[in-house]
C-alpha cells in the first residue's frame, strides 16, 4: 500500500473528525442503565463513572442540570440515566453528559430495605402503635400535588360520601428529591392542627412506578410521620406500592381514594343506620310503655283490692252468702212446709217417740202459731224390713 494515498491528520484534525463521526453516527439522546462509581462534585458539577460491571464510561452532570435533577446518586446506585455524548477534541475524551438521573428499581428496594429495618429494630414500625382513625372528622388536611387526577377523585369521593367533613388542601411536590419540602410543609401543619380543628392527615400519590414513589423511603420523614400529632392516612401509588411511609401510617389505604373512603362514612349506610337505630329505640319505647302500662294496671288491681270500700264491699257480699244459707236452714221455712216443731213444756225438743210417755204434755209450733197437746196414746211406727 501506498502511504501516498492515505489521508493525512493532525492530531487536532483527527479527534475533530471523530467528534464528527460520532455526533453523525450515534443518537443524540439516550438511555443507558448503570451502576455509578466515585461521584464527585468538583466547582458544582457532578461527576462520576458509569458501569455495568464489564465496561466503564466518564460521566458529568453540569451544575446547571444538577440543580434541576430531582435525585443525586451516591456510590453504588443503579441509575437510569437520560444523556448524550459529550467528546472532547483536545484530549479525544468521550463523556456521557447526563441531562436527568433517576435511581433503578433495585436502588429504589435497596433503600426501601434500609429504611424498614432500621425503624422496625428502633420500634417506629411498630402496628401497636397506630391510632383509631377518627369516625366523623370535621377536618382532614390532604397532601398531595395540585392540580392532579388523585386530588379530584378524592373532593370528588369526599362530596358524595360525606360532604359535611371539609378537606384542606395542602400542595406538595410528590416526585423526585423533594422530602425537605414534604417535611417542611408537614412540619408547619403540625403546628396548626389545632388551629385549624385538624382531625387527620392524608399523605396521597396517584399512580406511578415504585420508583417514583421513592421519596416516601425517606428516614426523616417517615419518622416525622410516625410521631405526627393527628392520625395519618396514606394513599400512595398503586394497590401493589409499597413504602415506608405505609408502614409508619396509622392506615395504609391502596390509592389516594381509599384513604378518603377509610376516614369519611358513606351517608346513605348512616342514614339507614339511624332509622335503624330510631325504630329499635322506638320498639323498646313501647314495650316499656306497655309493660309500664300492665305494671300499673296489676297496681291499680291490687290497691282496689286492699281499699276499705273494696273490703267492704266483700264482707257484705258474705254476710248476704251466710244470710242466705241461714235462711234457707232457718226452722220456720220448713213451718210453712206443713211441718211441726214439737218441744216438752222445759222447751225441749221431741224427735222420738222415746222422749215422751202418756199424759206429757206437748207444745206444737206450726208456721202461725202454737197449740199445747197431751199425749193419750203412743204408737210407734211399724219396723221396715229389708228385701
Same mark, same amino acid.
Given at each position: 500500500?501506498?502511504?501516498?494515498?492515505?489521508?493525512?491528520?493532525?492530531?487536532?484534525?483527527?479527534?475533530?473528525?471523530?467528534?464528527?463521526?460520532?455526533?453523525?453516527?450515534?443518537?443524540?439522546?439516550?438511555?443507558?442503565?448503570?451502576?455509578?462509581?466515585?461521584?464527585?462534585?468538583?466547582?458544582?458539577?457532578?461527576?462520576?463513572?458509569?458501569?455495568?460491571?464489564?465496561?466503564?464510561?466518564?460521566?458529568?452532570?453540569?451544575?446547571?442540570?444538577?440543580?434541576?435533577?430531582?435525585?443525586?446518586?451516591?456510590?453504588?446506585?443503579?441509575?437510569?440515566?437520560?444523556?448524550?455524548?459529550?467528546?472532547?477534541?483536545?484530549?479525544?475524551?468521550?463523556?456521557?453528559?447526563?441531562?436527568?438521573?433517576?435511581?433503578?428499581?433495585?436502588?429504589?428496594?435497596?433503600?426501601?430495605?434500609?429504611?424498614?429495618?432500621?425503624?422496625?429494630?428502633?420500634?417506629?414500625?411498630?402496628?401497636?402503635?397506630?391510632?383509631?382513625?377518627?369516625?366523623?372528622?370535621?377536618?382532614?388536611?390532604?397532601?398531595?400535588?395540585?392540580?392532579?387526577?388523585?386530588?379530584?377523585?378524592?373532593?370528588?369521593?369526599?362530596?358524595?360520601?360525606?360532604?359535611?367533613?371539609?378537606?384542606?388542601?395542602?400542595?406538595?411536590?410528590?416526585?423526585?428529591?423533594?422530602?425537605?419540602?414534604?417535611?417542611?410543609?408537614?412540619?408547619?401543619?403540625?403546628?396548626?392542627?389545632?388551629?385549624?380543628?385538624?382531625?387527620?392527615?392524608?399523605?396521597?400519590?396517584?399512580?406511578?412506578?415504585?420508583?417514583?414513589?421513592?421519596?416516601?423511603?425517606?428516614?426523616?420523614?417517615?419518622?416525622?410521620?410516625?410521631?405526627?400529632?393527628?392520625?395519618?392516612?396514606?394513599?400512595?401509588?398503586?394497590?401493589?406500592?409499597?413504602?415506608?411511609?405505609?408502614?409508619?401510617?396509622?392506615?395504609?389505604?391502596?390509592?389516594?381514594?381509599?384513604?378518603?373512603?377509610?376516614?369519611?362514612?358513606?351517608?346513605?349506610?348512616?342514614?339507614?343506620?339511624?332509622?335503624?337505630?330510631?325504630?329499635?329505640?322506638?320498639?323498646?319505647? #313501647?314495650?316499656? @310503655?306497655? %309493660?309500664? +302500662? =300492665?305494671? /300499673?294496671?296489676? !297496681?291499680?288491681?291490687? &290497691?282496689?283490692?286492699? *281499699? $276499705? #270500700?273494696?273490703? @267492704?264491699? %266483700?264482707? +257484705? =257480699?258474705? /254476710?248476704?252468702? !251466710?244470710?242466705?244459707? &241461714?235462711?234457707?236452714? *232457718? $226452722?220456720?221455712?220448713?213451718?210453712? %212446709?206443713?211441718?211441726?216443731?214439737?218441744?216438752?213444756?222445759?222447751?225441749?225438743?221431741?224427735?222420738?217417740?222415746?222422749?215422751?210417755?202418756?199424759?206429757?204434755?206437748?207444745?206444737?209450733?206450726?208456721?202461725?202459731?202454737?197449740?199445747?197437746?197431751?199425749?193419750?196414746?203412743?204408737?210407734?211406727?211399724?219396723?221396715?224390713?229389708?228385701?
Amino acid at each position: 500500500m501506498s502511504v501516498d494515498r492515505l489521508p493525512t491528520y493532525s492530531v487536532a484534525e483527527l479527534n475533530t473528525a471523530i467528534g464528527s463521526l460520532l455526533e453523525r453516527g450515534f443518537a443524540p439522546r439516550f438511555l443507558l442503565e448503570a451502576t455509578v462509581s466515585r461521584p464527585q462534585l468538583k466547582k458544582g458539577h457532578l461527576w462520576l463513572t458509569l458501569t455495568d460491571g464489564s465496561a466503564s464510561i466518564s460521566g458529568v452532570v453540569w451544575a446547571s442540570k444538577l440543580a434541576q435533577l430531582s435525585y443525586q446518586p451516591k456510590d453504588g446506585d443503579g441509575v437510569t440515566v437520560v444523556g448524550k455524548l459529550n467528546f472532547w477534541a483536545a484530549r479525544a475524551s468521550l463523556t456521557v453528559q447526563a441531562l436527568d438521573i433517576r435511581p433503578s428499581l433495585s436502588t429504589v428496594l435497596r433503600d426501601f430495605e434500609r429504611v424498614r429495618q432500621l425503624l422496625e429494630q428502633e420500634g417506629v414500625i411498630d402496628p401497636s402503635h397506630q391510632r383509631p382513625l377518627p369516625r366523623q372528622p370535621a377536618s382532614i388536611a390532604v397532601l398531595t400535588s395540585v392540580p392532579s387526577s388523585a386530588l379530584a377523585d378524592m373532593l370528588r369521593t369526599a362530596a358524595e360520601r360525606w360532604p359535611m367533613t371539609q378537606l384542606i388542601v395542602v400542595p406538595i411536590p410528590v416526585q423526585g428529591s423533594v422530602a425537605p419540602t414534604i417535611i417542611s410543609t408537614l412540619e408547619a401543619l403540625a403546628e396548626r392542627t389545632d388551629e385549624l380543628g385538624l382531625d387527620a392527615l392524608v399523605l396521597a400519590r396517584g399512580g406511578g412506578s415504585r420508583e417514583d414513589l421513592a421519596v416516601f423511603d425517606n428516614e426523616a420523614l417517615c419518622r416525622l410521620l410516625a410521631n405526627y400529632p393527628i392520625p395519618v392516612v396514606t394513599g400512595l401509588g398503586h394497590e401493589d406500592d409499597l413504602t415506608v411511609a405505609d408502614l409508619v401510617a396509622d392506615h395504609r389505604a391502596a390509592t389516594p381514594t381509599a384513604a378518603i373512603v377509610a376516614l369519611l362514612p358513606d351517608r346513605e349506610a348512616e342514614r339507614q343506620g339511624v332509622a335503624q337505630r330510631q325504630s329499635r329505640l322506638k320498639d323498646a319505647l #313501647l314495650g316499656r @310503655i306497655l %309493660r309500664e +302500662r =300492665q305494671r /300499673l294496671q296489676a !297496681r291499680d288491681v291490687a &290497691l282496689q283490692q286492699q *281499699s $276499705p #270500700l273494696e273490703k @267492704i264491699k %266483700r264482707q +257484705r =257480699q258474705a /254476710l248476704a252468702q !251466710r244470710h242466705q244459707l &241461714l235462711k234457707a236452714l *232457718s $226452722p220456720e221455712r220448713w213451718l210453712k %212446709r206443713g211441718l211441726a216443731l214439737i218441744s216438752n213444756t222445759a222447751g225441749d225438743p221431741i224427735s222420738d217417740l222415746e222422749s215422751v210417755k202418756i199424759g206429757d204434755q206437748l207444745n206444737i209450733r206450726m208456721s202461725n202459731g202454737s197449740l199445747e197437746a197431751r199425749v193419750d196414746q203412743i204408737q210407734p211406727s211399724a219396723p221396715t224390713t229389708s228385701a
